[in-house]
């Protein structure tokens, strides 16, 4: 039985240069769908599943990692906690609210809420 319910699914791929990637993506994917900030481009991939380039500094030795979109952060992450699950600190980036949890190989997975 599943403790939360999702509403999308989120691949994230971390690029070393953004504007080389995104050349790269237009050739297939055309224009992003989205870019909700510097550095991040979004491609809707099917109506609940994203494609996410991030060109982040900070987590550059990360190669990809999912992101689960959910209705309420607040009440997703009392239940992974009750279920005996470490989740890190809600970050609240103003166009979206996220906390991030490892899994026993440390493969990170992203709740996010969009604001």
Known sequence: MRRIKT????????????????KWYKKWLGEPDVIPM???????????????????????????????????????KRTLEECGVETGEIVDYEVVLIFDIFDVDGNKITLAQEV
């Open 38 to 76: 510097e550095g991040i481009a979004e491609y809707q991939i099917s109506p609940n599943a994203w494609l996410q380039l991030s060109c982040d500094e900070e987590n550059k030795q990360e190669k990809s990692a999912i992101v689960l979109g959910v209705e309420d952060i607040n009440m997703t």
């Open 7 to 22: 509403k999308n699914l989120v691949s994230v791929f971390q690029v070393s240069d953004i504007e080389q990637s995104l």
